[in-house]
């Protein structure tokens, strides 16, 4: 992390690692290797006054997302429990903390996928929605909310499957969002469920992988959100669905990640299982 201090030119690098963490690494497995490996860094780039201490054992992920405020997505507000009380309560209104799943809006792929589903509010109200990757929920738990219907949400991580039903509960909209563990769409609640709206803010391998298995799942005419994607990746991935009768709605580029809103055409040929 580096904090600028207003007003000079002083900087400060604070760097966490967890020492031992790398059994048999000489650079980790004491507090000597990695002193220096920090000096060895450091030295390149002329900075001084290094010092090692020890930290107390926290949630230094949810520590700095108290940090960050309020972010607007849309229509949608997201923001963490610290901030309750500070935005108004509504449809639109995200309490999500930041822990051990992904997903806050703070990072680009989460908000691209949350301005996609305000755009789809407009034209189109879906009526059975998929979040592939759920993470902590967010995604889910904002259609439930704007849309009203019913949601089904998976993860492979059972921590994050966990996190997104705490985060439902929290949200009201448990009774709507059903959470389960699995790897994409292998789960047999799955395996004969047709969806209006798909979400799937993963990576390039797992999304060129589930394509079928995406077209299959969604009815003629429904759409998905897909994110995760670099900017370069992103006409390799276009190509990859317009392949299977896909077309593309809409795309959205923040800092260097593309979210991409596509149909499925009603013509499609769905692959076979």
Known sequence: MVFDFFGSKKKVIIAMAHIGAMPGSPLYDEKGGMQKLIDGVAADGGVSLLRIEQLPAKNWV?????????????????????DRGKVPAGRFTLEIDAGLAFGTAHHATTRGCLIALDRLLKPDRPA?????????????????????????????????VAVAI??????????????????????????????????????????????????????????????????????????????????????????????????????SKVPAD
């Open 128 to 160: 059975r929605v998929l979040d592939v990757g759920t993470g902590t929920g967010i995604l889910a738990i904002a259609a439930a909310k704007a849309l009203g219907g019913p949601v089904i949400a998976s993860d492979m991580d059972p921590v994050a």
């Open 166 to 267: 705490e985060n439902a509960s929290r949200a009201g909209v448990r009774s709507r969002v059903r959470v389960m563990q699995a790897v994409g769409l292998a789960h047999p609640a799955l395996r004969n469920t047709k969806a209006d709206l798909l979400f799937a803010n993963l990576l390039l391998r797992p999304l060129l992988e589930l394509a079928p298995a995406f077209a299959r799942v969604l009815r003629p005419g429904g759409m998905c959100v897909l994110s995760g994607i670099l900017d370069s990746q992103a006409r390799q991935v276009e190509a990859r669905f317009r392949a299977l009768g896909f077309k593309l709605d809409l795309r959205i580029l923040f800092d260097g990640w593309t979210t991409l809103l596509l149909r499925r055409g009603s013509t």
């Open 62 to 82: 949810a520590e700095a997302e108290s940090l960050r405020g309020p972010v607007r997505a849309g229509r949608f507000l997201a923001h963490g429990r610290h």
